[in-house]
């Protein structure tokens, strides 16, 4: 990730959000606070790196109710919960979508910011693997159509006779095909070949 990542503390008691705002600044984390789940929607941060610590009961819309809507943003933000009821069946429903953990209130400090250490290597895990796969479509659109028709047979272990039967073209044109896609998709042989279509 090229900025640096932000955590995210989304709680709506103001004495609980300053002390954890402390402790992440002491920790070394870039964090910044958010009275409810709107306020934090409205300022743009779920397409921003970093992670949230979420809690679970909020005014308004609740923590797994911004935990649904940034599911369905799309948000790579993993999510962690803090709860000061430690409901069990609130902890399993935001695990099963997708939480990173789910800690209880009173939080103990070396819990959170290892909580929050893993959270921001998942982020850029996430970020990392949606950079390449962008990437990776990029070069895929590059491609002509009939480079597209090549390309899967090419894959398949093909020879260009064989490729060329199957389409019914001359070995030549395959060969140029094969050397442009190649070239395109910015490997040196069809080995490379597939193993990046295999991260695709």
Not at 32 to 44: I, P, V
Not at 87 to 107: E, R, W
Not at 149 to 161: F, H, R, T
């Amino acid at each position: 990730m090229s900025t640096r990542p932000w955590v995210n503390l989304v709680d709506g008691q103001p004495e609980v959000r300053k002390a954890l705002l402390r402790l992440l600044a002491a920790a070394g984390y870039q964090a910044r606070g958010f009275a409810s789940a709107a306020d934090f929607l409205a300022a743009g941060a779920p397409q921003e790196a970093g992670c949230i610590v979420l809690d679970l009961e909020m005014p308004g819309t609740d923590g797994l109710g911004l935990q649904r809507l940034l599911a369905e943003r799309a948000s790579l933000l993993p999510v962690i919960f803090l709860s000061g009821h430690g409901d069990l069946a609130s902890g399993v429903q935001a695990m099963k979508a997708g939480a990173t953990d789910f800690l209880t209130k009173p939080v103990d400090e070396a819990t959170l910011l290892a909580a929050v250490q893993a959270a921001l290597q998942r982020n850029q895990a996430a970020h990392a693997s949606q950079a390449s796969q962008s990437d990776l479509r990029q070069r895929l659109d590059s491609l002509t159509p009939r480079e597209r028709d090549v390309l899967p047979l090419l894959a398949e272990g093909m020879l260009n006779k064989q490729i060329a039967a199957t389409l019914g073209t001359a070995e030549q044109t395959i060969k140029i095909h094969r050397a442009r896609i190649l070239q395109k998709m910015q490997v040196r042989s069809v080995t490379a070949l597939v193993r990046l279509l295999g991260q695709a």
